[in-house]
């Protein structure tokens, strides 16, 4: 869990995935296309990435833990979680204020 | 026919009757050989006298002593006595037992045609009859003479006639001719209760049409209830049993009976879904052109974004059964399914047809909209891309080099890989989904109630003309082959 923090207030977008994951992949795509400079982790190549799966899974109250956004260090969620705070019009406000966007 | 001869007791007023006739003594014999008794009551206990002659009060009565004269056919006549005109009408007469001191005796009176043919049949039709027991007629009485005031003047033999009585005058209309003296007296009074009469029978007929509307109505209610029950317990069971087997799916097999059960399911919801978005499509037309309140647009358009939710939730479990199912658009129409985008209608394309259907919006309204637009085009972009990698990471998984040394691992290997991958797609159609429902909600969030109405209106008619093209598509006349 600690590690999970860590790493989520490394950066203003922190997104953890899999390379195999392909919601993860559209998750990356969305975020690049904002202008958003982001950091992804992949937890199949983080030797304690299982750990840190469960966590996250447990954390979500869902069985696939990937993809998990974190924007400021603090939890978001998965993709619907992002795309209904998009559609809301809060997304980039809450981009603007962590620094992970200027425009 | 002799009458009795016994005196007729001072019975009562029947309030339907109106013929009074004078205290005399016989009236002269009439054509046909029937003779009438004329009878007048007087307020009971009035002067003392058994028979008075009164206004507008008639009675039947008849007394009979032999048990089996029980039921006897006396014409009775009267008449106003002012112009000498007499208004005939009949009576009979049964009554059970002895005379007036029993109180089972019951007098039935009816009014029926004064054609003198009539008259000598004893068994010629009444048209109304009425049943008084003895006390009732007395209860009556007293009515009578609170509004009337003996004169002592009447016994002269004077009387007149009264009309006590709307319904008597209802049965003198719907009797046949009447007599020419009687005729000329009434005609002024009757045109009014024609009018009055023809109209109640009117609103008698109305309300027995509309009564039996009500019942075809609730009928149908009842039988589309019966067949939802049914159709309730076949899909319960179909789901239980896992032994339907149905659908459109191109691949199903006899042992995947579970697929082909929730695609037969999802089928026969959908169907009823859109059912229902027809009628709720009419429903919100037809509210929006009564210029229906805030309050009664708001239950429609939630009951209709409900629908969609309801929709939503549908396709989701057909998404667990056969995810291909659902994206391949088989359950939608030819048209519908140009248009396709991950199992579903793209909803920045959506908005962009509406939009126009909206106005007039507030500028506030207009930036809203357009950044709805924005935002849902750029997550349908992340989704398309997702899927575009879905494609690439599959195609790889399944390629191998036919060459190479393939062994029975590496190939289940692929496969399980390749199945995985395919769990993935199920997430995509629940995101693009996802995006549309809430896409829905905040259009609704944005605009006015009756622009919502409007919207959701717009689309659902959007989504019925695309129906109706592919029906005619269907049905397009062929070249010969």
Redesign the interface.
Known sequence: MDRIVRLASQRAVVIFSTS????C???K??FH??GVNYAAHELDEDPQGRDMEMTLARLLGRS?PVPVVFIGGKLVGS??RV??L????KLTPMLREAGAKWL | MLPATAPLPPLALLPQAFCVVSSSGRPPPLSGGTWAWRVGIGPWGGQGRGWRSWLGLAVVACSLRSPHHHRRVLPLLGGAASSKVWFPFSGVCAPSGHLSSDPELYVEFGLRPAEPSNMNSPSAQFLTSTRMGIYELNKHLGLWRDSFKVDSSQNTGVSTIVKADRIIDQRLEDSQELPGPAEEFDQEANKPNDKISRRLAQNREAARKSRLRKKAYIQQLESSRMKLTQLEQELERARQQGAYVGGSSGDSLVGMSTINTGVATFEMEYGHWIEEQNKQICALRAALQAHASDIELRILVESSLNHYDELFQMKALAAKADVFYLMSGMWKTSAERFFLWIGGFRPSEVLKVLRPKLDPLTEQQVMAVYNLQQSSQQAEDALSQGMDKLQQTLAETLASDPLGASDVANYMGQMATAMAKLDALVSFVNQADHLRQQTLQQMYRILTMRQSARGLLALGDYFQRLRALSSLWAARPREPA
Do not use: V
């Open positions: 195999s994951c392909c919601m992949h559209a998750i795509a969305f296309d904002q696939t993709t619907d795309m209904s998009h559609l809301s019009g």
